[in-house]
Every structure is written in structure tokens, then in C-alpha cells.
């Protein structure tokens, strides 16, 4: 039984949401437990249930728990994921705190060493698996989030691959903020990302070949990089009145 400490007034819901994370983050609850009921928390912390709403509806705003409805229902704690991560990064991106070109600042020194680390670490699954993505990309695609699945698959393995999860993470954040920029404009995917850019990279690392690794993703981190820069300053010139997925008419 997870016992908590009675809260000082004050930012009550926030020092009660704090216990609560700190609890998941130990361990203490596991993904899929429920947490102790509303009534059960409000008598522990000695505050209304009105608090305990405040404090988990902040928890479920940052992921921790989900809130389910119903007889069975109540706040069940999350499995913590890179996607967390990936949408913050998302938010800061469309606030204007960071942005495109600054972020392949980071793709060109992350990624080849991701690649470089990929070939190292080589083995018979992750090679039927990068083969199978490589040749996935030649298929036909009926939607954009089709296309580009198929098209950022490579990146994703061989960050798996790397045996860094937090160059994963930030893989997967680069990932998702290109994608966004690509909705947002919505050019021709065979045009912005033909199929193939990424057989040479495959190819090193499928040799065990670390250093053309690195070399072949810097390369092809510089080129798309150059056109995605170029793409994102022309949309928001563009639609300079409009945040980003959102054009005007």
C-alpha cells in the first residue's frame, strides 16, 4: 500500500500530482495499475475530491495515467514512451522556440553517429528488418502518413539499433517534427522524398561498414535538410498570418 503525506495550502493540486508522478516514476504503481480512488486519495492527502480532479487532470495533461469512465473505470497509469518527448519537442516547435534549421543542426551530428553505431552493432534480425523497410519504400502509398512511415522506418531501426536510447529519442522527435513541416505543405512525397535515398545507408551498415555509414547519412542528412529548410521557409512566407497546419485559404 503506496502511502502519501498530508499537503501544506498552498499549490495543493501540484505538490499532490508531484507525489503521485514520483510514485509512478519509482515504480510503486506500473503501467496498466489503477491508481487508488478519488475518495481513497482525498482521505490520504486530507483534501477535497475537487483537488484530487485538479491534481490527476494535470497528470493526464503530462501522460502519466489515463482517465477511464465507467463502473471499471478510474485513473490507470501509462506506459511512458519516446512519443512523450517527441510531442514536447512539437510544441515548442509550433510556439517558435525552436526551429527547422536549428533542429538538422542536430540531425547532422546525431544521425551519422547513430548510423556509424548501427553498423557496429549488426545482426541477422535487424538486417531482415532493415531490408524489409528498404524495400517497402518502393511501394505504392494511398496516403501521405502511408509514405512517410514507410519512408522514416530506416531511421527509426537504426536508432534502435544504435543502443542509445536517448539518441533514439531524439531520432524519433526529429521525425516527427519533419513530418509535421511535410503536412503543413503537402508537396508531392515522390518529389521531397523519392524512394532510394536511403540504399546506401542500408547498404554500409548492412556490410558492417561503420565509417560509409556515417558518411552516407551525413550526405543524405545535408540534402533533405537543405530542401526542408527551404520548404518551411517558403510556407510560413507564405502563410505568415497562419500557425503552422493551419494555412489560410
Known amino acids: 500500500m503506496v502511502r502519501f503525506k ?3 495550502q498552498g499549490r495543493i493540486s501540484e505538490e499532490i500530482a508531484q507525489q503521485l508522478k514520483e510514485s509512478i516514476l519509482l515504480g510503486l504503481f506500473k503501467p496498466g ?3 487508488p480512488s478519488e475518495r481513497d486519495l482525498a482521505d490520504q492527502f486530507k483534501v477535497s475530491r475537487v483537488v484530487i480532479r485538479e491534481a490527476l487532470r494535470a497528470l493526464e495533461n503530462l501522460g502519466f495515467i489515463l482517465t477511464r469512465q465507467g463502473a471499471a473505470g478510474g485513473a490507470f497509469v501509462t506506459d511512458l514512451t519516446f512519443e512523450r518527448l517527441a510531442r514536447a519537442f512539437l510544441d515548442l516547435f509550433l510556439a517558435g522556440k525552436i526551429s527547422i534549421p536549428e533542429m538538422y543542426e542536430v540531425r547532422r ?3 551519422p553517429e547513430v548510423a ?3 553498423a557496429q552493432r549488426i545482426n541477422a534480425d535487424y538486417s531482415r528488418h532493415l531490408k524489409e523497410a528498404l524495400e517497402a519504400e518502393e511501394l505504392p502509398a494511398v496516403s501521405f502518413p502511408e509514405d512517410f512511415a514507410r519512408k522514416t522506418k530506416v531511421h ?3 536508432a534502435e539499433m544504435c543502443g542509445n536510447r536517448f539518441f533514439e529519442a531524439l531520432v524519433r522527435s526529429a521525425m516527427e517534427l519533419t513530418m509535421k513541416v511535410i503536412e503543413a505543405v503537402q508537396p508531392d512525397p515522390m518529389f521531397i522524398h523519392p524512394a532510394g535515398l536511403h540504399r546506401p545507408i542500408v547498404e554500409a551498415v548492412l556490410a558492417g561498414n561503420p565509417q560509409e555509414a556515417a558518411r552516407a547519412m551525413r550526405k543524405h542528412t545535408d540534402e533533405f535538410g537543405e ?3 527551404k520548404m518551411e521557409a517558403g510556407y510560413r512566407e507564405k502563410h505568415s498570418s497562419f500557425p503552422l497546419g493551419r494555412p489560410g485559404s
Open 116 to 118: 556509424r553505431l548501427a
Open 33 to 35: 495499475d489503477r491508481l
Open 109 to 111: 551530428l546525431v544521425e
Open 156 to 158: 527509426l531501426l537504426l
Open 227 to 229: 530542401t526542408l529548410i
Open 6 to 8: 498530508p499537503v501544506r
